[in-house]
């Protein structure tokens, strides 16, 4: 009677055992990926929320006019949202260890001024998925913000190692692009640093 009861308890502590190996096994197998979120907002904007749409919606393939990051910009394919001019983009970045970005719209929505698009190419290859997600919204006549919703996927163990340093890059750039949006909304003219990078290429495309 007393082996029986031993041999019961080990029987039981062996499928506990089985039950909890096989949720972790099963957790790892679900869990293929780590999340990277960034959101950021602009300081206040001195233009109306229709003016900044118009660079930020409709200016979608024009986006390396005024953002120092991008050095040019190209958009392509037939508009698959109402009011869209082009369906993908291509940008060829400014920022080392990246050359040229595909990306592909996934919302145009002009009544509430929010477009969104994914990566299609170009990004490292720890980079599973990414997207950016900007929204222009108003804080009184004439006074605007827009906000980035930056998501990514990453591998589990390389791409959180390498993610964070990206997060940091993507911190720096978001700052940079938001400084030289609003420099271009508010006066028309392209920032210093944009202007600076233009002359750089030039000075490059000479030698």
């Known amino acids: 009677m007393k082996v029986k009861k031993i ?3 080990i029987l039981v502590l062996t499928v506990l055992a089985l039950t909890t190996f096989n949720s972790t096994i099963m957790a790892q197998k679900e ?3 780590k ?6 907002t602009s300081e206040v904007i001195n233009v109306s929320t229709d003016s900044l749409w118009e660079i930020v ?28 001019g082009c369906s993908e983009r291509v940008c060829e970045i400014a920022t080392k ?29 720890f980079v599973l998925y990414a997207q950016n997600h900007w929204t222009v919204s108003e804080v009184s006549p004439n006074k605007s913000v827009v906000k980035m919703d930056i998501t990514m996927h990453v591998t589990p ?4 190692i390498m993610g964070s340093i990206m997060k940091k890059q993507f911190d720096k750039a978001i700052a940079q692009a938001f400084e030289d949006l609003i420099i271009y909304a508010e006066t028309g003219e392209i920032s210093e640093a944009k202007k600076a990078r ?6 490059k495309s000479k030698k």
């Open 7 to 9: 041999n019961l308890k």
């Open 31 to 33: 869990k293929k990926h």
């Open 35 to 40: 999340e990277i979120k960034l959101v950021r």
């Open 57 to 84: 919606g409709p200016g979608f393939q024009h986006i390396g006019i005024w953002n120092r990051n991008i050095d040019h910009a190209t958009g392509s394919g037939d508009g698959e949202f109402e009011g869209a």
């Open 97 to 125: 260890g990246y050359s040229k970005l595909r990306e592909k719209l996934i919302l145009y929505d002009i009544g509430n001024k929010e477009i969104a698009y994914k990566v299609m190419e170009g990004l490292p290859g």
């Open 157 to 160: 163990f390389i791409g959180t």
């Open 198 to 203: 233009i002359e750089e290429l030039e000075n």
